[in-house]
């Protein structure tokens, strides 16, 4: 009689377990792109076992550039990613009932910028006249740049611009076949680096962000249908990744194990720099100190939408409140980010 209490009593514990494990409610989750240091809020998240302590099963995949997070989620492959809220702007101005809602803004600080080599002569952005300048087309940076020109009293006709895949950027303006590149910082800077170049010593980075182009960029989007259908787990979801960011903001070490647990294949030396220069560039700034991690600031995000209607030619304008949702954000007070370098 007592083995078969054990027994009973063991069964029932299974039987629990297992109920608890198909409670967890499914997350498919797409990255910007492949694996990179920058991502590692996620990749913390689920090895801490913070998403299943929210009640969340995360499947993160990895993705196609963070243009492309919102397609994905839009045709229904994904319910949430890692992306560039941009082009949610872009979609919301023709699609307003697909287009996903950012949720959590990781990058407050856009990475547009132009790279340019300090042997080349340009000193100013005025230099910009005159010169060709290598864009991929159908990118913000090189979108916007008729924007950041008319922003700065540039002759854009004056600004030749030479079409290329974004592969061939780094290397043209290598070999001097381009006199700069319009790119992502947190990518071209670390092009560069695999290219055997010195980005801080041989090259120079005008941000869009210093000359008027008020602009968000990556962070955390989810579908109009999970908003609909289950807020609760998109709370979790933003509790978790903001706890995650936050503890990375001061344990670079556990981060970075995180990321070679998900793809053992990256280099790891580089993309500590990424994530360290994620921090330092992107998230850790004036803004992230007034408002939190995670939030954005109303008026600059309704300029940088008339910005972006501008820049893409856009129909309509779409409203703030179609783009970004505080509405998941956990208090301010959990999400003051603290970043020391590692």
Do not use: C
């Amino acid at each position: 009689m007592k083995r078969l209490l054990i027994a009973g009593l063991g069964l029932l514990a299974l039987t629990t377990s297992s109920a608890f494990a198909q409670e967890l409610t499914d997350i498919r989750f797409t990255l910007g792109w492949v694996t990179q240091g920058s991502d590692a809020a996620f990749f913390v998240a689920k090895d801490k076992g913070y998403f299943e302590e929210e009640g969340l099963n995360v499947i993160i995949d990895k993705g196609e550039g963070s243009g492309a997070t919102v397609t994905r989620i839009m045709g229904g492959a994904y319910d949430a990613g890692f992306g560039d809220i941009n082009a949610i702007i872009q979609n919301a101005a023709e699609r307003p009932n697909e287009v996903p809602v950012m949720v959590y803004m990781m990058w407050n600080q856009p990475p547009f910028a132009i790279v340019t080599k300090k042997s080349s002569g340009i000193t100013s952005i005025k230099d910009f006249e005159g010169r060709t300048l290598g864009g991929a087309q159908g990118t913000p940076t090189t979108r916007l740049l008729p924007v950041f020109a008319r922003t700065n009293d540039l002759d854009v006709d004056a600004i030749a611009v030479s079409n290329m895949a974004p592969n061939l950027q780094e290397p043209m303006l290598i070999r001097g076949e381009i006199d700069g590149a319009l790119v992502f910082n947190i990518t071209s800077y670390f092009n560069l680096i695999n290219n055997r170049q010195d980005p801080e010593k041989d090259f120079d980075f005008w941000q869009f962000g210093d000359y008027g182009m008020d602009l968000y960029s990556n962070g955390m989007m989810v579908s109009q249908q999970l908003i609909k259908e289950n807020p609760e787990a998109i709370a979790g979801l933003v509790r978790a990744v903001n706890r995650a960011s936050i503890e990375i903001g001061v344990d670079q070490d556990t981060a970075m194990q995180a990321v070679m647990n998900y793809d053992n294949l990256v280099n790891e030396e580089v993309e500590r720099m990424r994530l360290n220069f994620a921090y330092a560039k992107l998230m850790a700034s004036e803004e992230a100190a007034e408002i939190g991690l995670g939030d954005v600031d109303d008026e600059r995000l309704a300029r940088s939408i008339e910005i972006v209607v501008e820049g893409y030619g856009l129909a309509n304008t779409p409203e703030a409140s179609q783009i970004f949702s505080r509405e998941f954000l956990p208090p301010r007070e959990d999400r003051e980010l603290v970043y020391v370098a590692q």
